[in-house]
Every structure is written in structure tokens, then in C-alpha cells.
């Protein structure tokens, strides 16, 4: 749980000398076959069992996750994609204040922007999206999908880890 | 923004950006002959079928699968199928741990629901203006010029998910309910770090009230008229009276305060309402049985909760009680807008009942499961942020559901929406035009309810408001979509 000292401790000790805190946040509805890929891709992540890298999946991000992505200094947030590259695309994310917001709609870049915000901090910030195929009502990934994932969780450790290696 | 088409036919006008409520509705205002508004109504064109669902499943499986109607208000149906779902397994009274692990997961869930409709749905109109531009009324507009607000919107929030996930395992779709009890308690990590930050969220709760009762203060008249009628009101209540928003029995009080029944066993809930399906909505209109279909109708939700009760047991929500009775001199509180008001009445008293529980040591408690002899029906009822949700199902000698009957928080509020928006059209409507005021005025009226509308009508996907002027035989005059 993170405490609510964050809005007004913001962190202090250098990067130089601790690991950075990393944070994957895998977004979807699994119950919605493919749209399920942000979670999975949080799940597979979480079972290398890095100490300095969190994760979390919800079926939509939400403004409370501000709090959690100003904690961290580098982000990932991991969404289905119905079109666009295979395995995935990765884009790097800058903060952008979206008037379009919903309950039902939040996207990465307006949640750094509320981060900077309200806590002053803005991560290093990754959107990955893996390409899907099927959103019937289903709780299972399509075979294709399950691929992409591999490949993609596959990327993200490799990139995760150099992350980690090259900074102790 | 907004875009405009002009067509031969009726005019059509297209707005953006989406309306902020919990699902997509359709309002139609019919004119007389005379060209007064005869009636307004709130459709419901959507159907979901969770009822259909369920039937076959085990009863366990239920309160697992039951809230997935709803990604806003699922610990709302989880916790009222789980204590269905006693009834079928035949226990009628939880352990302590049990009982109050399911309490503070409830109060978690009513705390985070009252903080998300307050700060990020109704607050962008109240602190903006019913008219502001629709671009500035919304949460992140409220971020950037009310920083202190966007705080608590924040924080509020994510405590009562916090609350949720230490209690049900999840923070949206929580596990931990199953029928004779919970299956397992609170830790004492969970427990201390709540325990941490419990005195400052009372204290935003309070600060949020606070700020809202300026809000009345500087908007009497409009507060007190705006989409305002007199209704009767049902709630649960505790054994006293008191305010009991988990379990209790059933009040119906009238427009004066007086009582239509009271101490009603949610399981005898047949004897006292009716569900009247009307065909141009899948929303149906429940009545109390006993004054019939045009007296009968009445409102749940906060402005209930704190209107039916007599008293609420932690001392800042009383507090605050007695200050929002004492506004329309004891009688219950009839404005549309004083919902709001009321809503955060209950955040603080949810606020003070989770720390009362968390310094309650059954929550440590090993005893996590009571048994009984199994029954073929299981009825339960709850106050869910948006009012009284009552669950219903019969169970074969296969332990599979045969039948599933939800009354939820909107289907009770649903008569009473549509005589919201017909206040707001008689009073704004001006001619055959539909106005961009009284389209803000329509939303703003049905938003106080906090209608959650892909549960009420169990829709799924995205459907905008629309709002249609009729002729008096039903010719489509204007018509203005915001989605």
C-alpha cells in the first residue's frame, strides 16, 4: 500500500545510487478474450520476482493511479491494441492533459500529466501495446495473442533488466 | 464542444463530450396539445440479462459472478449475493469476523463510490457552474484549478480502494465473500497501514462537506428548487432507526416524514413493492404496493439513507445529520440537488465506521465460517452507494440457481429520475427548441441520482444522452444527442 506521504515527500535519494523503482501497469478486461493482454503481461512480469519493480492490472486506469506512477521513476503501462504493429509497439509517453476524460477513459499520458500535477514528479513513462485479434466474452487469449505476448514480455524483461543491471 | 446538423425533418443536434453518468441514457419530453410539457421520460433501451445468466451456475459461484454487471459498484453486488447466498446455505447469523470483515469491505466500497461520483462527477458542475463550458466541467479541469479538491478526489478514492482490496483481495471484483462467511480475515499489515491514514481521510471527508455546505449556503434558491418535488423515500435502517448502511430492515417514509412501513424483513420484500415493466424501457418501475402505482413511488440513494434514519451512530456524520435535517425543518429533505449534501453525510460516517473497525480485533479473528442447513431460496438487501439493491434467487436440490431477481439502486430511483427531468423541462424548456441549458439542466438533474445505468439495465458498451422534444401524438420536434 502507499502511504499518502507521497503528495508531499517526494522522492529525494539519487538515482545514481539506488536501483530505480519500476512500475508496470497492465490494463484490460480479461474477460474480454485479447483485451486481457495488459494484465497478462503485468502477471508474467511480476513472476521474474525483481524487488524494485511493482506491478499492478486493473481493467482501466484510473486517476488514483497517479499516485502509484509519481512513486516510480520509470513506467510501463501495457494495453491491448485492436490494430497496429505485431508483436507490439512501444511508444515513449510525454504528460498531456486530456479534456476527454471519462470514468471510463483515462489515458497514460493525461495520468503523468496529473502526476506532475499534483505530486511534481513525471517518470520515465513506456506505453507498450500488444497487438490483439479477438474481444468476444471470453476469459482466454487468442493463439496469436498469446505469442505477441510472449514477445513482448520477453522485450520488456530484457529491457527491464538492463534497466536494473546497468544501474547498480 | 459542440456540433450542430441541420436536417428537413426535426433539427438534430450533435454535442460532445460525453455525459458524465455511470452508463448512457435517453430522455423524451412530450408536449400537450397546448404545448405544456405533459411528460418527461428517462428510457432505457439497453438489456444486459444477468438475471438469465446466472441461472444453472452453482449458488457460490454467484456473488463471484454477479458483480461483474458492474465495474463502478461490484462489491455492492458481491457482498448482496454473498449474504443471499447465506440464506441458502443456511446461516442467519455470520461470525464476528466474518460479519464485520464484509462491513468494512462494504464501507471501503460506499467510500470510494461517494468520492468518485462527488468529486469526479458532480463536483465539475457544482464548482463550474451548471452552464460552464463542457470542456471545463470535469475532473482534470477540477485538478487544475481546485488543487486541494483534486487532492482529496485522489486520495478519498484510493483509501476506500485500498479498504476494499485488504478485505475482499481485489480492488474491483473482490473474492473474499462466500456464502456462511469470508474466506479470510485482516491482516495486520493491511490493518496498520490503514490504520495510518484513517484520521486524515476522516478529515478530508469532513473538509469536502464542509465545502459543499458553502456551496448551499451561497446557492440557496437553487438548491432548494432546482428539479425539486416531494417523494417518499425507502431505505434499510438498523433495529433502532438508526442508520445502518449493511444490513437492517426496511423503512418507506412519506413526502412529511411519515411512516409507510417500517423494521420490514428484506426477505418479505414481495409483500411490499411491485415492479411494473413499462415497454419503452428495460428499467422497471417498482412501487410501494400499498399506495399504488401513481402514490407509490419513492426515491433510495443518500438523500434515503440519511432522510429515512434517525440518528447515525459516529458522532461527526451525526453531526452532520442533524445540520441537513434541520434544512427543511425536521421533514425530510426534498431537493433533487441535496443529494450531494446527503452523499457526503454518508462518506464521513463511512470514513468513521472504518476506523471504528479497524481498531475492532475481530477482524484478527480465525472463525471465518458458519454453516447451516441448506434452503432453496436466498434473499438479502443492502444499501449500495446509489441506495437500496436487493438480491434474490431460488436454488435447486443441485445447488444451481433456477431464478434471479434484482432490484437495483436505479430501478428503485427510476420513477423518481423521470419527474426529476420533468421539473427541469417544465422549468427550462422554452418554446419547441431544445436549449444547450436545458440539456445541462437535464444532465445535472439526473446525475444527482448517480444512476449507474449499465447496471441498472445490465448494458454494456457506450450509449450517449439523448434528449427528444415530442409533439402530443408522439412527432419527433427536436431532438439533441451528447455522447
Known sequence: MTGLAIANTPVAVPLAIRSPRILVIGYGNPGRQDDGLGPAAAAEIKAAGWPSVTTCDNYQLVIEDAVEVAAHDVVWFVDAARDGDAPCAIQRLSPALDITFTSHLLKPEALLAIADQQFGRVPEAHLVSIRGYEFDFLEALSDRARNNLALAVTLMRRRIGYLLKVSR | MSSVQLSQGPRKIVIDPVTRVEGHGKVTIRLNAAGEVDEARFHIVEFRGFERFVRGRMYWEVPLIIQRLCGICPVSHHLAAAKAMDMVAGVDRLTPTAEKMRRLMHYGQVLQSNALHIFHLASPDLLF??????????????????????????????????????????????????????????STDDRDALRRQVDEIIAWCSAALEHHKGFVAANQTLHRDFAS???????????????????????????????????????????????????????????????????????????????????????????????????????????????????????????????????????????????????????????????????????????????????????????????????????????????????????????????????????????????????????????????
Open chain 2, 129 to 186: 457552474g451548471f452552464d460552464a463550458p463542457p470542456e471545463q466541467r470535469n475532473i482534470i479541469a477540477v485538478l487544475n484549478r481546485f488543487p486541494e479538491i483534486g487532492k482529496w478526489a485522489i486520495f478519498i478514492r484510493k483509501y476506500g480502494q485500498e479498504v476494499i482490496k485488504a478485505t475482499g483481495g481485489r480492488k474491483i471484483h473482490p473474492t473474499s465473500a462466500v456464502p456462511g462467511g469470508i474466506n479470510h480475515n485482516l
Open chain 2, 229 to 483: 418535488y416531494k417523494s417518499n423515500f425507502v431505505s434499510l435502517v438498523g433495529p433502532g432507526g438508526g442508520m445502518d448502511l449493511y444490513d437492517g430492515r426496511l423503512r418507506a417514509i412519506g413526502p412529511d416524514g411519515q411512516t409507510i412501513f417500517d423494521q420490514v424483513s428484506p426477505i418479505d420484500y414481495r409483500d411490499h413493492f411491485i415492479e411494473e415493466v413499462r415497454p419503452w424501457s428495460y428499467l422497471k418501475f417498482p412501487h410501494i404496493r400499498s399506495l399504488g402505482r401513481e402514490n407509490g413511488w419513492y426515491r433510495v440513494g443518500p438523500l434515503a439513507q440519511v432522510n429515512c434514519c434517525t440518528s447515525i451512530d459516529t458522532p461527526l456524520a451525526e453531526a452532520a445529520r442533524n445540520e441537513f435535517i434541520a434544512e427543511n425543518g425536521g421533514s425530510p429533505v426534498q431537493a433533487t440537488l441535496a443529494y450531494h449534501w446527503a452523499r457526503l453525510v454518508c462518506l464521513v460516517h463511512c470514513a468513521e465506521k472504518i476506523k471504528e473497525l479497524l481498531f475492532d480485533d475481530d477482524l484478527q479473528g480465525t472463525d471465518l465460517m458458519a454453516t447451516g442447513e441448506q434452503r432453496g431460496e436466498g434473499i438479502a438487501c443492502i444499501e449500495a452507494p446509489r441506495g437500496t439493491l436487493i438480491h434474490h434467487y431460488t436454488v435447486d436440490e443441485h445447488d444451481q440457481v433456477t431464478s434471479a431477481n434484482l432490484i437495483v439502486s436505479t430501478t428503485n430511483n427510476n420513477e423518481a429520475m423521470n419527474r426529476a427531468v420533468k421539473q427541469v423541462a417544465m422549468s427550462d424548456l422554452s418554446g419547441r427548441e431544445i436549449t444547450e441549458g436545458l440539456l445541462n439542466h437535464v444532465e445535472v438533474a439526473i446525475r444527482a441520482f448517480d444512476p449507474c445505468l449499465s447496471c441498472a439495465t445490465h448494458a454494456l458498451g457506450q450509449m450517449p444522452l439523448i434528449v427528444t422534444l415530442e409533439d402530443s401524438d408522439g412527432t419527433p420536434i427536436a431532438e439533441r444527442i451528447k455522447q
